[in-house]
């Protein structure tokens, strides 16, 4: 199994948390290197200051690679607070006959048509996650 190295960032509004890591035999995980800094610039989980802010991240980021002796190039980063929110939505497209395959461009109109909601304009969207697809066959 080939082994995958991943980064994760948690930004608190006490503390900024990276972790570098690689996925070892049988799927486990194996730590390479941590780092955690104070968050500044952040006040219940909402930036009121971007420099401090991204200097905190910057800390924690550099201390992980320090610790692993790798560079983070990437990351999933976890932001959390009351001003972030969650919406699930469905969405169906027509593919033709029955006995026609999902092909890549029946895929792609259906997420882009699930991607068509209204947002308020006080919000903004972060990330779509797609958790599942699932196929339904209709004879007309």
Request: charged content about 25%; proline content about 1%.
């Amino acid at each position: 199994m080939a082994k995958t190295i991943f980064a994760a960032l948690d930004v608190g509004t006490t503390k900024t948390c990276g972790i570098i890591a690689s996925t070892g035999d049988a799927g486990a995980f194996r730590v390479l290197g941590v780092g955690v800094s104070a968050t500044r610039g952040l006040k219940k989980g909402v930036v009121i200051n971007l420099d401090e802010a991204r200097d905190s991240i910057r800390e924690a980021v550099k201390k992980a690679e320090h610790a692993s002796g790798m560079k983070m190039e990437s990351a999933y980063v976890g932001v959390t607070g009351k001003h972030i929110s969650s919406l699930n939505t469905r969405s169906a497209v027509a593919v033709g006959q029955g006995d026609r395959l999902v092909k890549g461009g029946d895929m792609k109109r259906v997420l882009e048509s699930a991607r068509e909601i209204e947002i308020p304009s006080d919000r903004r969207l972060l990330h779509v996650i797609t958790p599942s697809i699932s196929l339904t066959a209709m004879r007309g």
